[in-house]
């Protein structure tokens, strides 16, 4: 039955992983009545991804904030 409560925990465990992949899950309740469920999969080439996209986006959002200054 504690299975049926949370599907995501069974579905992130049973699914094909990396290797090297990282798993994260959450499980928030407050009350009876609100229950919120997430979980998150990421490589370590999608980490560096994600900072990469970061990065560039931060440079460009600094590269127009210094030509409107002017």
Known sequence: ??????PLNHDAESAPT???????????KIGNSLSMQSSARMTPAGLIALGL????????????VRASRR
């Open 1 to 6: 039955m504690a299975d049926d409560l949370y």
């Open 18 to 28: 990396h290797p090297e992949e990282m798993k994260a899950v959450f499980n928030v």
């Open 53 to 64: 996209a970061i990065s560039a986006t931060l440079l460009a959002v600094a590269a127009v």
